[in-house]
């Protein structure tokens, strides 16, 4: 609900700040002491278009706040999530505007830089304005079909889910189609590929073995070389341990003469051992270091493959395995593609006679609803003196989507003969008015923002006609805040909440101020909207009255 208005700098608002309740409240003043100020200051805080005449004259800036309330539950909270607008818990919501006197405004929602979109995104939500140039909430076609649902408590839950559905398949179906034709292109290729790799056949961890053997038969080559010669050098008739077993003899014939003879002996039997093992070492070297040249030239041959697979495929040589896998699940995925495909089409057939189905069940539902509603309205224009204007629900064929095949709109035709058309083109001014209060009558307990505003709806009736509104507004007021700008007496006489709008004049020219009434207050302004500018007697005493049968 709306809990405050403060308004600066207004036309002849200069200073004020107003507390509002729950109920009916009721705003009323003689012509021209600016109850229309108050609604087009109001018109600021909710974001509607900032007119550089609004500013009071000699001032730069005026500023409006409007401080609202909203139960924890309200659909409020999660617009402000969705619009990323921090508030705290439990504080009420400030919608602030502020605007200059060249025209610039600056908006604000719970102290967050918005932009005047959002402010009236969260005013469609929270405040209903009701006048004969309002375009929003029950005027705009595009919430109809909502409020028949909520009217009617039509469940559009299995529809939505059919909906749902119905999407679901068709972009698997999109997708399988898409994969399909991808793939269809590269069905030749594939099958020469995973053929070439199905041929060659690489092993996990083989590109790595060949290249160690590849390694070590090179290194053996390469020393093998190195012992080339070494086994005439060393063995045979002439080889160095000939010589040295010569040598040996030689001097074992005179090594009991001398000493030294018999350690060098000893040092040559010595070497002739060592030599000996040496001469076994290479031999065996001779043999571990052998390879056959056809394996070499066989291994080179397998790694040369593998590696030149690989490149053509840019992945390492140990994935090759797992590519030529992943073209034979494509090519599989290619023959299954159309089985998939068909069977994806029958159940999209069978999803969309689903939603038909569910669909036409809720168009019936919102048929039934439609009468039923048309019933409620009608039942309500004529103690609103609307006795020759008919209300309908049209529901025509629209566009399938998750809440149904239906377009809902509310017409009217307010002359017998004359069409039915959209609210806004066929009635007017205190007409339009009345017509969405037996709306909101009709349509209570389908849920309702949280404060209404309406403006003059008792422009141009009386009597009986301005008691039936009164009575109905007070209904409204119920169980949510409304709020009148009223010139009669029977609506003003119902209201918990009275206010008076007054213009006053002095040294800074004409202000527009506004006090709330006591029941003292209230039974003369009452008695003044009766009798005008002189109030009798009598007049109070039919004001009396009126507050007393409220």
């Known amino acids: 609900m709306l809990r405050q208005l403060a308004i600066r700098d207004v036309v002849l608002v200069d200073r004020l700040e107003l507390e509002f309740e729950p109920g009916l409240g009721v705003l009323t003043g003689e012509t021209g002491a600016g109850k229309s100020i108050l609604l087009d200051a109001l018109g600021l805080a909710l974001g509607l278009r900032a007119d550089a005449g609004l500013v009071r004259h000699g001032r730069d800036t005026a500023s409006v706040s409007a401080e609202l309330d909203m139960p924890s539950g309200h659909s409020v909270h999660a617009l402000l999530v969705e619009l990323g607008v921090e508030t705290e818990a439990g ?65 559009t839950g299995r529809v939505a889910a059919a909906w749902a559905e119905v999407t679901r398949i068709e972009r698997e179906l999109g997708q399988a189609r898409a994969d399909a034709a991808e793939s269809e292109r590269d069905r030749d290729w594939l099958s020469h590929a995973s053929a070439e790799i199905e041929v060659l056949a690489p092993q996990a961890g083989e590109e790595t073995r060949l290249a160690e053997e590849r390694s070590a038969m090179q290194a053996g080559a390469k020393a093998g070389e190195a012992l080339s010669g070494l086994d005439e050098l060393l063995g045979g ?161 629209t566009e399938a989507g998750p809440s149904g095949t239906d377009r809902v709109e509310f017409e009217v035709s307010t002359n017998p003969g004359a069409p039915f058309g959209p609210l806004t083109r066929i009635a007017s001014g205190g007409e339009l008015s009345r017509f969405i209060l037996a709306l909101k009558v009709a349509l209570a307990e389908a849920g309702t ?52 709008i007054e213009k006053a004049h002095g040294s800074e020219g004409a202000r527009t101020l506004v006090r709330r009434l006591d029941e003292s207050e209230r039974r003369e302004e009452i008695a003044r909207m009766l009798s005008g500018a002189l109030v009798t007697d009598e007049a109070r005493a039919q004001a009396a009255r009126l507050l007393e049968a409220a």
């Open 91 to 155: 504080e009420p919501l400030l919608l602030r505007r502020t605007l200059k006197a060249d025209g610039g405004s600056r908006a604000f929602a719970g102290g967050t830089p918005v932009s005047a979109a959002v402010l009236r995104d969260i005013a469609a939500v929270s405040i209903e304005v009701h006048g004969q140039h309002d375009d929003r909430g029950l005027l705009n076609p595009k919430g109809h079909r909502q409020l028949l649902d909520a009217f009617r408590r039509i469940d």
């Open 237 to 397: 008739s002439d080889g160095a341990l000939a010589k040295l077993r010569l040598a040996a003899r030689r001097i074992e014939r005179g090594a009991a003469d001398h000493p030294l003879l018999a350690e060098a002996l000893a040092s040559l039997d010595r070497a002739l051992i060592e030599a000996c093992e040496g001469e076994d070492r290479i031999a065996r070297a001779a043999d571990a270091l052998a390879f056959d040249p056809a394996r070499l030239e066989a291994v080179e041959a397998r790694l040369f493959e593998i590696r030149a697979l690989a490149r053509k495929h840019r992945v390492e040589a140990d994935a090759l395995n797992a590519l030529g896998e992943q073209m034979r699940g494509q090519l599989a995925l290619i023959e299954q593609g159309g089985e998939r495909i068909a069977r994806l089409d029958s159940e999209l057939l069978a999803a969309r006679a689903a939603y038909s189905q569910a669909a036409e069940a809720l168009s019936s539902a919102r048929q039934a609803g439609a009468k039923a509603l048309d019933a409620a309205v009608a039942g309500e224009l004529a103690p609103l003196k609307l006795d020759s204007a008919r209300f309908r629900t049209a529901i025509a064929p």
């Open 449 to 500: 923002a949280s404060t209404m505003i309406f403006d003059e709806i008792d422009r141009g009736v009386g009597g009986a006609v301005a008691s039936a509104i009164g009575e109905r507004l007070a209904r409204l007021a119920r169980d949510s805040q409304v709020l009148v700008v009223t010139h009669s007496p029977q609506v003003a006489a119902r209201a918990a909440h009275h206010y008076r």
